[in-house]
């Protein structure tokens, strides 16, 4: 009989704590777009090395969108989209509902581009030159925000290293 009390004890308590976790997906929702988000970015940095050209990343915070592009440095519009690793186009990651992307500081055209070294700049930059490489890119942060959950993700100044 006491077992029976502890059981149903156990089971009270597990269902209190663990049973709503199971109904809110929203939290889950969040991990999965920051991976995503995180693995976009590295994806724009490795194909501007391999292609060696300049890739852009437009980071919406409106609407949590994030896009992959090349494009004409004059207007930021996308002349071609990057492929997938799948070979899909466009290479375009959506926020679930509830989830929210911010971006610290702010871009110009929420859009930065990484050369074919590697490293990132602001739309607002002037296109790198072997003998010119000025950059006014700083420490980039992406704020990925559910309900509960806030998760960061840094692109570095320097090397565009995305962590």
Do not use: W
């Amino acid at each position: 009989m006491v077992e029976l009390v502890i059981t149903i004890l156990i089971v009270g308590v597990l269902a209190v704590a663990v049973v709503p976790r199971f109904f809110s997906s929203n939290v889950f929702e969040a991990r999965g777009y920051y991976d995503y988000v995180m693995s976009t970015l590295r994806y724009a940095q490795k194909t501007a090395i391999a292609q060696r050209r300049l890739v852009y990343a437009k980071l919406n915070s409106a609407n949590g969108q994030v896009s992959l592009c090349f494009a004409n440095h004059a207007t930021v519009a996308c002349s071609s989209d990057v492929k997938k690793p799948t070979g899909e186009t466009p290479y375009v990651v959506n926020a679930p509902s509830g989830v929210t992307l911010s971006l610290s500081p702010s871009l110009p055209d929420n859009t930065l581009f990484f050369d074919a070294r590697g490293r990132p700049y602001l739309s607002s930059d002037i296109v790198p030159t072997e003998s010119s490489s000025t950059s006014n890119f700083s420490t980039l942060t992406v704020t990925i925000t559910a309900s509960e959950d806030t998760r960061t993700i840094t692109v570095e100044k320097e090397s565009g290293y995305v962590r």
